[in-house]
């Protein structure tokens, strides 16, 4: 079945520094990308998603890129905010409607 | 529009007891769905419903856990007896036929299973 490595596991940067979550998955049939933020006792949410047919897709400081050759997908957060703390993780799955296969996620710390 | 409504948000229950969860789906989301989030990992599908109908339960832990969406809109989910591995966030999900050919699944905020 899908399997879906996430990297890094946690990360650290400075407020207004850029941050990089990196993704792979094994099961070349997949065709949707998704992201989502987890906020300490809340669920996650959808923050950005990619298909198949596009290589990156962008919205405000949010950006991902996939590479569907290589079988990774990466996650790019610009003028990174304290706010943007949480743990993040990534998806993919190859049913219309079916399930999503989650990365470990990746705790992302924004110090000021 | 209101989100994903899931109660009750904590639970701590003594092993071999049984516990319920219920949610209710984003108005007009015929998809449900419920995940298991372990402690420090990502979600893991346990059954997937199609209106009242479980088209994908082949993580569902058949022997304690058990599912039900009977008129297609509010599901519950059930463990019997749990046992402590049990303890972990269980999320519901919906999406909308408009978008299920695009998977954008909609999370509620999970209930927090503690099995003592």
């Known amino acids: 079945g899908e399997n879906v490595e996430q990297h890094p596991s946690t990360l650290s940067v400075q407020e207004g520094d850029s941050a990089v979550i990196k993704c792979t998955y094994s099961d070349s049939a997949s065709n949707y990308f998704p992201w989502y933020k987890q906020e300490l006792g809340k669920g996650p949410q959808l923050i950005i998603d990619i298909r198949s047919n596009v290589g990156e897709k962008k919205d405000q400081r949010i950006a991902v890129t996939l590479n569907k050759t290589a079988k990774h997908f990466s996650l790019h957060i610009t003028e990174t905010q304290p706010e943007d703390s949480a743990v993040y993780f990534c998806?993919?799955?190859?049913?219309?409607?079916?399930?999503?296969?989650f990365g470990q996620g990746t705790e992302l710390s924004v110090k000021p | 529009e209101a989100g994903v409504v899931q109660s009750p948000r904590y639970k701590i229950i003594e092993k071999k007891q049984p516990v319920a969860f219920w949610c209710n789906p984003i108005?007009?989301?015929?998809?449900l769905y419920w995940y298991r989030q372990n402690l420090g990992q990502g979600p893991e599908l346990l059954i997937r419903?199609?209106?009242?109908?479980?088209?994908?339960d082949s993580q569902l832990p058949k022997d304690r856990f058990s599912a039900e969406r009977l008129k297609g809109v509010d599901s519950t989910l059930k463990i019997q007896p749990a046992e402590l591995g049990d303890s972990a966030v269980y999320l519901c999900?919906?999406?909308?036929?408009?978008?299920?050919?695009?998977?954008?699944?909609?999370f509620g905020p999970g209930t927090r299973l503690t099995v003592l």
């Open positions: 419903y199609e209106n009242e109908e479980a088209v994908d």
């Open positions: 108005s007009g989301h015929n998809t």
């Open positions: 998806a993919a799955s190859m049913d219309q409607g079916g399930k999503l296969i």
């Open positions: 999900a919906s999406s909308s036929p408009d978008r299920v050919l695009y998977n954008e699944q909609f």
